[in-house]
């Protein structure tokens, strides 16, 4: 069982930064692959970025390669999305999620476990 909790969402400007963070409850954390997916009004949950389980791997989607970062620290049972240049189309909430079966899974059926999200929105 993993609780998972974000945090680091608020209202910046456009080309301005953000980072987010996931604090995972339980000694288990790193079996998990970590992914962060946003969910905008109207829209469908979407993929945004996934670690794997040592943190070695990564994977972004198109729209946020070379922008977002993420990372975690196994240690400290959390990861991260530094989000850079922000666009307004970045709006969303956005959610962590753990992956048991590990890999670098990219759909949201993939995930077991969700945080509650938070909220981006970028102003333009």
């Known amino acids: 069982q993993v609780q998972l909790v974000e945090s680091g969402g608020g209202l910046v400007q456009a080309g301005g930064s953000l980072r987010l963070s996931c604090a995972a409850s339980g000694r288990t954390f790193s079996s998990y692959a970590m992914g962060w997916f946003r969910q905008a009004p109207g829209k469908e949950r979407e993929f945004v970025a996934v670690i794997s389980r040592g943190g070695s791997s990564t994977d972004y989607a198109d729209s946020v390669k070379g922008r977002f970062t993420i990372s975690r620290d196994n240690a400290k049972n959390t990861v991260y999305l530094q989000m850079n240049s922000l666009k307004p189309e970045d709006t969303a909430a956005y959610y962590c999620?753990?992956?048991?079966?590990?890999?670098?899974?990219?759909?949201?059926?993939?995930?077991?476990?969700w945080g509650q999200g938070t909220q981006v929105t970028v102003s333009s």
């Open positions: 999620a753990a992956s048991n079966p590990g890999g670098l899974p990219k759909r949201s059926i993939q995930y077991g476990y």
